[in-house]
Every structure is written in structure tokens, then in C-alpha cells.
């Protein structure tokens, strides 16, 4: 039972196109969604996160989408670049529960150039 | 700044042999876990520990224990290695203070079991 659902699996863009990246998630104990973003032989960084009482937040390129009644929410990459071809991965947090972080099975994304 | 050390970068082992991952981090965190990486399934959380003393299990924590005697390590331990073990490890430390929590990572322990 997955609980936090990511799609889609891979993904193509052409450089100087948008990547979007979507989540679900079902435990509403969760209270903070990061991104992490990783490269071939190495560990997930953190890209990006945002807490439930903001519906958006933007930094540079990489913005997060979210909606707490859908229990939803997405990464949007604006003007893709070949360097941000990566796997990335969403995830939540439960603070109370102990700080455990549940990640999303992963999309694989490729910028065209 | 090491951050998150993990030893060893690759290890091959037999189905039933025994081996701990080590796992060191010099940032002072509270909070530790262990994932693995398969293919498709992203990562999937085996054990966490909120502080020295103190361990939980997360997803799939079945073939693995976990100690946390310290505050800076957090071994991983197969006591019988199967093939459904052989994955990528990960483990990663977060701290627990401030607005943005980032989890870091360490650079993974590949494993084989034959």
C-alpha cells in the first residue's frame, strides 16, 4: 500500500518546455512535502518543499502546486533544461510521527535538447 | 563538512551471510533513517530513529534491525541475507529544529546477495 502515490514514471521534455511532476498522498497526518531531486551513484537532495497552509511556492525554476482537500500535489519545472534531467521524487513528512518521511516511487526525467 | 558517511560503497554478499552497513553523520541531527532504492519502487523506508535510544520501524523492516547508541550512528544490520535484500542502500539524517527540514543523504551502499 503506497502511500504516496507519484506519476508519471518517466517523463520527455524538450528543453525550454515545462515538467510536471504530480503526487497524491493519503495520510492527513502528514504536514510537510518536500522534493528531492537525484542524480546517477548519488544520494536525493533536497530541491524544493512547502508546508500545507501554502497552496504554492516558487523558487527559480521549480515551482510546488499544492491542494490540501485533493491531497495533492506537483512540481512544475519551467524552461526544462538538459541539466535538470534527474530523477526526482516527492515525499511527506509526519513531524509528529516522528519525523517519518514516506517518499513516492520516483519519475525519471529527460530533457531533450 | 563530511555530512552523511556511508561504508561500504559496495558489498557482494552470500544468501545467509550477516553484515552491518555503517552509517556516521557529523551535523548534530536528532533524526536518522535507513531507506532502499529498487528500481520503480523509489525509496522505502526500513528503520528511523527520532534520538540515541530510540528506534521505529518504517515500511519494510523485516530482515533488518537497527541500534542507535549515539547520537552520530546508526548501523544497519542483515542478520541473514536473501537475494530480495540485494538493492541500494541509503541513510539519511535530518535535523529536527528551523522551518525547512532537509533530509541529507549519504552516498549509498550498493548490495548484492548471491
Known amino acids: 500500500q503506497q502511500q504516496v502515490k507519484q506519476s508519471p514514471q518517466s517523463l520527455i521534455v524538450q528543453k525550454g518546455g515545462i515538467s510536471i511532476i504530480n503526487c497524491a498522498y493519503e495520510n492527513t497526518a502528514f504536514d510537510y512535502f518536500p522534493w528531492y531531486q537525484q542524480f546517477p551513484g548519488k544520494g536525493p537532495a533536497l530541491l524544493i518543499a512547502?508546508?500545507?497552509?501554502?497552496s504554492e511556492k516558487k523558487e527559480g525554476r521549480f515551482t510546488i502546486s499544492f491542494n490540501k482537500s485533493a491531497k495533492q500535489f506537483s512540481l512544475h519545472i519551467m524552461d526544462s533544461q538538459p541539466g535538470d534531467s534527474a530523477t526526482y521524487f516527492c515525499?511527506?513528512?509526519?513531524?509528529?510521527?516522528?519525523?517519518?518521511?514516506?517518499f513516492g516511487a520516483g519519475t525519471r526525467l529527460f530533457v531533450k535538447a | 563538512n563530511a555530512g552523511v558517511t556511508q561504508t561500504p560503497k559496495f558489498q557482494v554478499l552470500k544468501t545467509g551471510q550477516s553484515m552491518t552497513l555503517q552509517c556516521a553523520q557529523d551535523?548534530?541531527?536528532?533524526?536518522m533513517s535507513w531507506y532502499r532504492q529498487d528500481p520503480g519502487m523509489g525509496l522505502r523506508l526500513i528503520h528511523y530513529?527520532?534520538?540515541?535510544?530510540?528506534?521505529d520501524q518504517g515500511e519494510v523492516p523485516n530482515g533488518y534491525n537497527v541500534s542507535r547508541s549515539t547520537t552520530e550512528d546508526f548501523p544497519l544490520r542483515l542478520l541473514s541475507a536473501a537475494p530480495s535484500q540485494t538493492s541500494v542502500y541509503f541513510c539519511?539524517?535530518?535535523?529536527?529544529?528551523?522551518?525547512?527540514?532537509?533530509?541529507?543523504f549519504g552516498q549509498g551502499t550498493r548490495l548484492t546477495v548471491v
Open positions: 515525499a511527506a513528512t509526519d513531524y509528529t510521527g516522528g519525523f517519518k518521511t514516506i
Open positions: 530513529s527520532v534520538g540515541a535510544g530510540i528506534t
Open positions: 539519511a539524517s535530518t535535523g529536527t529544529g528551523g522551518v525547512n527540514t532537509e533530509a541529507f
Open positions: 551535523m548534530n541531527h536528532e533524526y
Open positions: 512547502i508546508r500545507p497552509d501554502v
